[in-house]
C-alpha cells in the first residue's frame, strides 16, 4: 500500500493542500489535525460544520473520511475511502503536517 503523503496526494490533493495560506476547492489542511472543525479563515464552509464543535482527531477524522455527510450534515466533500488501512495511512500523514 502507498505511503500517506502518496495516498493524500493522489485522493486529496486536488481539492485540499498543505501549503499554508494555499486556497483550494476545500480547504487548507495544513496544521488540520488538533484543529477546531470548520475554522480555515476565509473558506467558506457548508452549513453543517457551524454545529462541528469539536477538534479533526483519530476518532473525528476516521469517520468523515468513510463517510463525510454522514459526519456533517449537508458537507459537500464528495470523497468516501471504504478502506480503513487507507484512511488510516492518510490520517497519520496528517498528524505528522501539524
Known sequence: MPDGATLFRRQCGTCHSLTPGEARQGPNLAGVYGRKAGTVPG??????FADA????DDAHLDPYL??????????VMGYRQAK????????AYLKEQH
Open 43 to 48: 473558506f467558506k464552509y457548508s452549513a453543517g
Open 53 to 56: 464543535d469539536w477538534t479533526w
Open 66 to 75: 468513510a463517510n463525510p455527510q454522514a459526519v456533517i450534515k449537508g458537507g
Open 84 to 91: 480503513p488501512e487507507i484512511r488510516q495511512s492518510i490520517i
